[in-house]
């Protein structure tokens, strides 16, 4: 094999000048350079990019770590796409049945590695057993054994689960206290948990009738140790060639991960790719790379020739040289079903080589090959697939970050050496830019399905724990590249970004409103931010990313203060797509929107708000809605249109009746009973209003008429009272505020919002503070009252004391013994504060004789 002392090539730059004055200026960290290049697709001049991205193995649903990875590119996507003007073509793989994983979650995990083949072959076995054996319980106890013996340090014959769960307990106490961020310490936790939850089951099973025990069977405690159980024993005993029983596994899984793409608002791929639908063609991939030198057939497979391909003066490892020669992840890339191979026996050349092909063994899918019946390898699908779509070359490469080796790295050496042969004296280059995509964590711990620590998708949005804004907004919040943490703290600044832009858009909304759609048209005609991009990105200087001001002592207008975070945010998303800087700099412009001293005009208004439009708009914030759409402000901001005749209806007459209330003379009976006849005019314009809001308004009105009717002398307060009662209690509970302003102006109609929420909520815990402070200062004196009643003389009068001097201060103890002096100086300290307190109670309630 070749020295790894060699030096690494140079990354070559694609052909054409850097300063390309048709493209902009551009910088993408790119793995392949581990520094940030200047971004110059293959077709310039057409501005066009091809991009492929890693997908998904799909047995199971999506979680957020998955989210991360397909958000983050969803991001970036847009930004090419809609902000810089790319036409960008997207191709994603689905790895449906095979022993890898192309995906940042469980990558290089020979766990989850193997998992749609075995996985579907397990609930294959597993539906067959529970159909044909209802009584389980000798089975499970066995199950129990095997899983616990395979995977924790567990040696004992003894069957029964309750010894098992205590010897489980005690041997791994202190793993179990303790927070994990190493996967192998984090993968041997979960078989820990696995098997005490398994262990419970059966140990509840035990107690039951059998009729019980039948009814039992879709437990998910006691499925995990039965489906490997069963796979160990009868796994290869299915059917290799029906290859139903593995894709009706992948297909259902395929469609829901689709659908919950699409509920986080990313957008589908413009093509996607199935391994099992390219099968041919990757046998004439490996065929190819074979004729070329670089690829040699022993009896478990076909292999990639490492020491060929770099004796062919090519270099392997591009990506992450370091880690050539790590055999454990050397061994993670070939995966756990040919871990024998791996071993001394092994008839790989080299421990570098990777696997091309792979005859399978009984149970495992198989396809014919000129090599024997087999599977792909898992890095030769990627290269056939993004070959076949993208050809020999291709811009951007996107995966998670622990894709980058072996996987990727597998994928560059085989997909060069298919494009080129052996006596080239230049290596190919297949892909020039490489984007992975850092990981989510949670406590400091990597999201996996292999490792069982991970919410699912559908149930984070379903539960209300994320909306699909509020997650995109905290990746926004972070860097592409590099790891997030989800923290009480990141969760809180995600919250307050989005709830301040909301708010900016409501008032500015607002502010437009009584403009017609004429003078909105014009607005939007004159206005000079109607596109995102700065007037001139060409000339904006990269030195210091905003545009020089001559006089820095003079006022800057808010529209200076647009064009400069216009210009700022164009940079900061051509540096490598910072969008946290993006994302502070329309923060920033908002707080000097609010700050201005002077009320903006409808005019300064509408473009720093279309501008923020188009901005969450390409972010991928606000539905399907594009940067080119004219409506201000996203979803969710506006009351539906067939609620708001009522609403406005309802706060119009709480309007008038606050209006009179609050004035000099106060409002009359007759006021009263005329808005309320003025409120059925204005409520009937609404043919069919909500029923809700229907049933708050005739509350509403019997209040007042009863109000009205009363022998009540000033009913002023009691209106305001009601008025009050309506905003922040009826229409609170019907997720809607009325924001009263100043003046005589029209309350504003909000719906109501997370901020909002946690506003009141602070307040309701201020005032039950309040609350119960005062009670306990009511209670600390009541106490103190009482206590006053009792005489000094009689304190002390108990059978804990003897004797006692003339004033009543103990001398004696109950046996009759002398109290030291010390005891009896504290004593009289207590005596006298009980004096003066008894002294005080009878100058406030008199003797007590």
């Given at each position: 094999m070749a020295s790894t002392s060699r030096q690494q090539p140079r990354w070559h730059q694609p052909d054409g000048p850097s300063d390309d004055s048709s493209l902009p200026p551009l910088k993408i960290w790119n793995s392949l350079t581990r520094t940030k290049s200047p971004f110059l697709p293959i077709n310039k001049n057409a501005k066009s990019v091809t991009w492929y991205a890693c997908g998904p193995t799909v047995y199971d649903d999506a979680h957020l770590g998955h989210a991360r990875t397909y958000l983050t590119s969803d991001i970036i996507r847009r930004i090419m796409g809609d902000y810089l003007n790319f036409d960008v073509r997207y191709v994603m793989n689905i790895t449906d049945v095979d022993d890898k994983v192309c995906g940042v979650w469980d990558a290089l995990?020979?766990?989850?590695?193997?998992?749609?083949?075995?996985?579907?072959?397990?609930?294959?076995?597993?539906?067959?057993?529970?159909?044909?054996?209802?009584?389980?319980?000798?089975?499970?106890?066995?199950?129990?054994?095997?899983?616990?013996?395979?995977?924790?340090?567990?040696?004992?014959?003894?069957?029964?689960?309750?010894?098992?769960?205590?010897?489980?307990?005690?041997?791994?106490?202190?793993?179990?206290?303790?927070?994990?961020?190493?996967?192998?310490?984090?993968?041997?936790?979960?078989?820990?948990?696995?098997?005490?939850?398994?262990?419970?089951?059966?140990?509840?099973?035990?107690?039951?009738?059998?009729?019980?025990?039948?009814?039992?069977?879709?437990?998910?405690?006691?499925?995990?140790?039965?489906?490997?159980?069963?796979?160990?024993?009868?796994?290869?005993?299915?059917?290799?060639?029906?290859?139903?029983?593995?894709?009706?596994?992948?297909?259902?899984?395929?469609?829901?991960?689709?659908?919950?793409?699409?509920?986080?608002?990313?957008?589908?791929?413009?093509?996607?790719?199935?391994?099992?639908?390219?099968?041919?063609?990757?046998?004439?991939?490996?065929?190819?790379?074979?004729?070329?030198?670089?690829?040699?057939?022993?009896?478990?497979?076909?292999?990639?020739?490492?020491?060929?391909?770099?004796?062919?003066?090519?270099?392997?490892?591009?990506?992450?040289?370091?880690?050539?020669?790590?055999?454990?992840?050397?061994?993670?890339?070939?995966?756990?079903?040919?871990?024998?191979?791996?071993?001394?026996?092994?008839?790989?050349?080299?421990?570098?080589?990777?696997?091309?092909?792979?005859?399978?063994?009984?149970?495992?899918?198989?396809?014919?090959?000129?090599?024997?019946?087999?599977?792909?390898?898992?890095?030769?699908?990627?290269?056939?697939?993004?070959?076949?779509?993208?050809?020999?070359?291709?811009?951007?490469?996107?995966?998670?970050?622990?894709?980058?080796?072996?996987?990727?790295?597998?994928?560059?050496?085989?997909?060069?050496?298919?494009?080129?042969?052996?006596?080239?004296?230049?290596?190919?280059?297949?892909?020039?830019?490489?984007?992975?995509?850092?990981?989510?964590?949670?406590?400091?711990?990597?999201?996996?399905?292999?490792?069982?620590?991970?919410?699912?998708?559908?149930?984070?949005?379903?539960?209300?724990?994320?909306?699909?804004?509020?997650?995109?907004?905290?990746?926004?919040?972070?860097?592409?590249?590099?790891?997030?943490?989800?923290?009480?703290?990141?969760?809180?600044?995600g919250s307050g970004w989005e709830d301040k832009v909301n708010n900016f858009f409501i008032r500015s909304k607002d502010l437009l409103g009584d403009s017609t759609e004429e003078k909105i048209e014009q607005l939007r005609i004159g206005g000079k931010a109607m596109h995102m991009l700065p007037e001139n990105p060409q000339t904006i200087s990269t030195a210091n990313g905003v545009t020089s001001q001559t006089n820095r002592d003079a006022p800057i207008s808010l529209d200076q203060t647009l064009e400069r975070i216009k210009s700022s945010s164009y940079l900061s998303l051509c540096d490598s797509f910072n969008t946290s800087a993006v994302m502070a700099s329309i923060s920033e412009l908002i707080t000097a929107y609010n700050a201005a001293e002077a009320p903006p005009s409808s005019q300064t208004t509408f473009n720093i708000a279309r501008w923020i439009t188009s901005m969450v708009n390409m972010f991928g914030l606000n539905g399907s809605a594009t940067p080119l759409d004219a409506t201000i402000g996203w979803s969710g901001l506006d009351i539906p249109d067939s609620a708001r005749p009522a609403l406005t209806a309802i706060s119009n007459l709480r309007d008038l009746l606050r209006k009179e209330a609050r004035s000099s003379s106060g409002i009359s009976r007759d006021e009263i009973d005329d808005a309320i006849s003025t409120s059925k005019d204005l409520f009937s314009v609404s043919s069919t209003p909500p029923q809700p809001f229907t049933d708050v308004l005739q509350s509403f009105r019997q209040r007042l008429s009863d109000l009205s009717s009363s022998s009540s002398p000033d009913i002023s307060k009691p209106v305001l009272s009601l008025c009050d009662t309506l905003r922040d209690t009826d229409l609170w509970h019907k997720g809607i505020y009325l924001e009263d302003r100043e003046g005589d102006r029209p309350a504003l109609i909000r719906l109501v919002t997370k901020e909002l929420l946690a506003t009141r909520q602070e307040k309701e815990e201020r005032e039950q503070a309040k609350a119960k402070a005062k009670a306990e200062r009511e209670a600390d004196a009541t106490a103190k009252a009482d206590k006053g009643k009792v005489s000094e003389k009689d304190m002390f009068r108990t059978e804990e004391f003897g004797a006692w001097d003339d004033d009543g201060v103990p001398t004696k103890d109950g046996k009759g013994e002398d109290l030291t002096k010390s005891r009896i100086k504290k004593l009289r300290k207590e005596w006298e504060r009980q004096k003066r307190l008894h002294e005080a109670w009878v100058k406030e309630h008199g003797s007590t004789s």
């Open positions: 995990k020979s766990w989850g590695q193997k998992q749609i083949i075995y996985r579907a072959r397990q609930q294959h076995l597993l539906l067959d057993f529970k159909h044909n054996n209802p009584h389980q319980l000798p089975t499970l106890k066995e199950a129990l054994l095997a899983y616990a013996s395979k995977n924790l340090r567990y040696s004992s014959s003894d069957l029964s689960p309750a010894a098992v769960h205590t010897s489980i307990s005690a041997s791994y106490a202190d793993l179990l206290e303790r927070n994990t961020k190493d996967d192998a310490e984090a993968k041997l936790k979960m078989h820990v948990k696995t098997t005490l939850a398994a262990a419970r089951a059966i140990t509840a099973l035990e107690a039951q009738t059998d009729a019980q025990v039948s009814s039992t069977q879709d437990s998910k405690e006691l499925d995990d140790i039965l489906m490997s159980y069963l796979d160990a024993r009868h796994g290869d005993s299915v059917d290799a060639k029906n290859h139903a029983i593995f894709t009706k596994l992948t297909k259902r899984h395929e469609d829901r991960f689709m659908e919950d793409m699409r509920a986080l608002n990313v957008r589908d791929p413009d093509d996607v790719t199935r391994v099992t639908e390219y099968v041919p063609r990757i046998v004439d991939f490996i065929s190819r790379i074979q004729g070329n030198g670089f690829a040699y057939q022993v009896p478990s497979g076909v292999y990639f020739d490492v020491a060929a391909f770099e004796r062919a003066n090519n270099h392997y490892a591009r990506l992450e040289p370091w880690n050539r020669h790590d055999e454990a992840k050397q061994a993670e890339g070939e995966g756990a079903i040919t871990e024998k191979e791996l071993g001394k026996n092994s008839d790989k050349r080299s421990s570098a080589d990777f696997a091309l092909w792979k005859i399978s063994k009984p149970g495992e899918p198989s396809w014919p090959s000129p090599w024997g019946e087999g599977r792909p390898g898992w890095h030769i699908e990627c290269s056939a697939m993004a070959s076949d779509k993208l050809g020999s070359q291709f811009d951007i490469h996107s995966g998670g970050i622990d894709l980058a080796f072996p996987h990727h790295d597998n994928e560059l050496a085989q997909s060069e050496a298919y494009w080129t042969n052996k006596d080239d004296q230049k290596q190919h280059q297949w892909v020039n830019y490489f984007m992975h995509m850092g990981h989510l964590s949670i406590a400091g711990a990597k999201m996996s399905k292999s490792l069982k620590n991970f919410t699912t998708i559908r149930e984070a949005l379903s539960q209300g724990a994320w909306t699909s804004r509020g997650l995109r907004i905290v990746l926004l919040l972070g860097g592409w590249r590099e790891g997030i943490e989800i923290t009480d703290d990141l969760v809180k600044a």
